[in-house]
């Protein structure tokens, strides 16, 4: 069976553009969670969807925007990039969007660079 | 607010040595505790977890156990292999808090030589 799939792999962004990130989770997982992790540091939590509703978000500025679709895939947008966007974005499926014990499985992650 | 507070890096040991990677943790009530491995080239794998205190988390040979006394998760393995080298993250779920938020430590870089 796929795992969490993430497109693209790489790609490379000058400042003031837009990035559209795009994420389908493992099949019959109803939850995505988006994650930027910046060289040397852990992954920090921005957006989850569950059943095409956001359920929570983390501390990111409002330029960071995400959306769940009916077949529950993902796509994070990021507006005026800054050079301090450069990471590696991180997307997550669980079966379910609640409870406190279920299991996240991550992608391989999209590297973005801005210049 | 929550967080977590990971032993820095990079460890470097020989084959079968012993392994302790310390983690600590800040949270309100009893979060799940969470220790996540991440091979080069490959996304996050969960390598165990414990929900409650006292809880011990195993998995190929790994070893965690959920002190709350001390608010620590510490990692552990008696015998690493140079197949363990990654980076580990040590990651906690507040109590009540949706399921996809987790919040992560630096990450430690462990490289094992034969």
């Known amino acids: 069976d796929a795992g969490v799939t993430q497109s693209p792999t790489h790609l490379i962004k000058t400042r003031g553009q837009h990035v559209t990130l795009r994420c389908s989770p493992i099949?019959?997982?109803?939850?995505v969670s988006w994650y930027q992790q910046v060289l040397g540091q852990g992954p920090q939590f921005i957006f989850q969807?569950?059943?095409?509703?956001?359920?929570g978000r983390g501390n990111f500025p409002d330029r960071f925007s995400a959306r769940q679709f009916p077949n529950y895939s993902s796509e994070l947008n990021v507006n005026a990039l800054l050079l301090g966007d450069s990471a590696l974005y991180l997307c997550?499926?669980?079966?379910?969007?609640?409870?406190?014990?279920?299991?996240?499985?991550f992608g391989e992650g999209s590297r973005l660079t801005v210049l | 607010g929550d967080s977590v507070t990971q032993m820095e890096g990079p460890v470097t040991l020989s084959e079968e040595a012993f392994l302790t990677i310390n983690c600590t943790y800040t949270?309100?009530?009893?979060?799940?505790l969470f220790w996540y491995v991440q091979y080069p080239g490959e996304g996050l794998q969960l390598l165990l977890k414990?929900?409650?205190?006292?809880d011990k988390g195993s998995n190929k040979g790994f070893e965690a156990t959920y002190r709350k006394e001390t608010t620590s998760f510490h990692l552990e393995k008696g015998s690493v292999q140079v197949s363990d080298s990654a980076v580990y993250f040590c990651?906690?779920?507040?109590?009540?808090?949706?399921?996809?938020?987790?919040?992560f430590g630096r990450g430690t870089q462990l490289t094992v030589w034969p």
């Open positions: 969807y569950y059943e095409k509703e956001e359920r």
């Open positions: 997550a499926s669980s079966l379910d969007g609640t409870g406190t014990t279920g299991e996240l499985f």
């Open positions: 099949s019959g997982h109803k939850s």
């Open positions: 414990a929900t409650k205190a006292d």
């Open positions: 949270a309100t009530g009893y979060p799940s």
């Open positions: 990651a906690l779920r507040a109590r009540g808090s949706t399921l996809g938020r987790l919040y």
